[in-house]
């Protein structure tokens, strides 16, 4: 199992900012993901962040919107970048099946 | 690639009825399924999960799941459900890989409505 802690909880920004968004794991993973939840919608990959090598990105997310960090096997950071009001939703962290327990972003 | 169809969008129910929530997914590979459950502005709760062995898995707070693998499908079913269950279910499933973790693609979800 993994115990995953996300920071912060959640945020109000605002529209034309960077959020920077952390997830500690509590033992060492090779891949971590990052996932979007818009309001009322189901969980949407954003990218698979692997230790010592780029993000991969799924379709219709790209690095300069959401560049990924992942400088060890425990951590990893997702920043949302130059924000929008569509970007509100909440963000989660996951190494699996188990997630952390997500940011809520509302941009203004 | 793995996707996943849940059935029906919305569910109501009234309290103490037996309920059941569709799940079919696609895969040309072996696969784990998952169903989750979040309630309102709360994260992503396990449920239960299917990974080998026994078809049947039973869960947290009475919820159980069966898989069928020559119908591709992994219903979630709780025999009577509580006021409490109200809440969005999601079912998930994960291209099957031993010794690691791997992505998860989930449906759309469910929202179960228990009224009294």
């Known amino acids: 199992s993994a115990v995953i802690s996300q920071k912060p909880s959640r945020d109000i920004c605002q529209r034309g900012t960077s959020l920077t968004i952390q997830c500690q794991v509590d033992?060492?993973?090779?891949?971590m993901f990052w996932y979007r939840q818009q309001p009322g919608q189901s969980l949407t990959l954003i990218a698979t962040?692997?230790?010592?090598?780029?993000?991969?990105?799924e379709s219709g997310f790209v690095i300069d919107k959401f560049p990924i960090s992942r400088p060890n096997l425990t951590f990893s950071t997702l920043t949302v970048s130059n924000m929008s009001p569509e970007d509100s939703s909440i963000y989660l962290c996951?190494?699996?099946?188990?997630f952390g327990p997500g940011t809520r972003l509302l941009v203004l | 690639a793995q996707s996943v169809t849940q059935l029906d969008s919305q569910v109501p129910v009234f309290e103490e009825a037996p309920v059941e929530l569709r799940c079919n997914y696609s895969?040309?590979?072996?696969?784990?399924l998952f169903w989750y459950v979040q309630y309102p502005n709360q994260g992503l709760q396990l449920l239960l999960k299917?990974?080998?062995?026994?078809?049947l898995v039973k869960g947290i707070n009475g919820f159980e799941a069966e898989f069928n693998k020559s119908q591709t499908s992994f219903h979630l079913r709780k025999p009577s459900v509580h006021i409490s269950d109200t809440a969005e279910y999601f079912c998930?499933?994960?291209?099957?890989?031993?010794?690691?973790?791997?992505?998860?693609?989930f449906g759309a979800g469910t929202r179960l409505a228990v009224h009294p």
């Open positions: 033992s060492q993973v090779t891949m």
């Open positions: 996951s190494v699996g099946e188990y």
């Open positions: 962040a692997n230790q010592g090598s780029e993000a991969t990105y």
């Open positions: 895969s040309s590979v072996s696969v784990y």
């Open positions: 299917y990974l080998s062995g026994s078809t």
């Open positions: 998930a499933v994960q291209r099957g890989f031993s010794g690691g973790y791997n992505k998860l693609i």
